[in-house]
Each structure stands twice: as structure tokens, then as C-alpha cells.
Nanobody, 114 residues
Framework: QVQLVESGGGLVQPGGSLRLSCAAS????????MGWYRQAPGKQRELVAS???????TYADAQKGRFTISRDNAKNTVFLQMNSLKPEDTAVYYC????????WGQGTQVTVSS
């Protein structure tokens, strides 16, 4: 059974940082394309960042220079470091793993507010 468990969300002030974690079980993250999506209230789910099996990251334009996706193969965990957070980054963040199928985590809430 595949499980993706996100953690690290919370309330942060504008300009602050958070590090999200996605602990995977039932799959080996290094052979999956891993990603982070987010969904804000009233908006469609959107891709934030992804990392290929070869370790190449890709970011949405709005996150370039602020977010960093990484993978720890030994811990079977994927991370999303988020810096210079803005109120518009407020959303539920979801971890995904894609190969033949795509798997989703349950999401973690990130709220950026003063």
C-alpha cells in the first residue's frame, strides 16, 4: 500500500520560511517522479515543483528562486523548502508520486498571514 504523508505546514508571517516533508512508504521515491501541488480556496490545484528520477527539479514560474524541491533517498522522503513566503502562497500542499500511476498525499495546510 502506497502512502505519502506530508508534514511541516503551519502558520507563518509573510517573508518567512517553511519546510514541507513528504515521507513515502510502499514506493521508492528515487524511481518515481515526485512533485508538490497546491490548492488555494476557490482555485484549481496547481503544480508547484517536481523532481525527476534523475534529480532534475522543475518549478512553476511564481516559485522560481523561492522554493526548492529535494529528495533524500536514504529517508525515502521528499522536501519542499519555501522561502520568502507570500500571502498568495496560502494553500493546502500535496505531495505526489508518479510512475505508471499517480499517488497523492492527504495534504498539509500552509497559511501565510500577519
Amino acid at each position: 500500500q502506497v502512502q505519502l504523508v506530508e508534514s511541516g505546514g503551519g502558520l507563518v508571517q509573510p517573508g518567512g520560511s517553511l519546510r514541507l516533508s513528504c515521507a513515502a512508504s510502499g514506493i521508492i521515491v528515487r524511481i518515481y517522479a515526485m512533485g508538490w501541488y497546491r490548492q488555494a480556496p476557490g482555485k484549481q490545484r496547481e503544480l508547484v515543483a517536481s523532481i525527476t528520477t534523475g534529480g532534475t527539479p522543475t518549478y512553476a514560474d511564481a516559485q522560481k528562486g523561492r522554493f526548492t524541491i529535494s529528495r533524500d533517498n536514504a529517508k525515502n522522503t521528499v522536501f519542499l523548502q519555501m522561502n520568502s513566503l507570500k500571502p498568495e502562497d496560502t494553500a493546502v500542499y500535496y505531495c505526489t508520486a508518479k510512475r505508471d500511476l499517480i499517488y497523492w498525499g492527504q495534504g498539509t495546510q500552509v497559511t501565510v498571514s500577519s
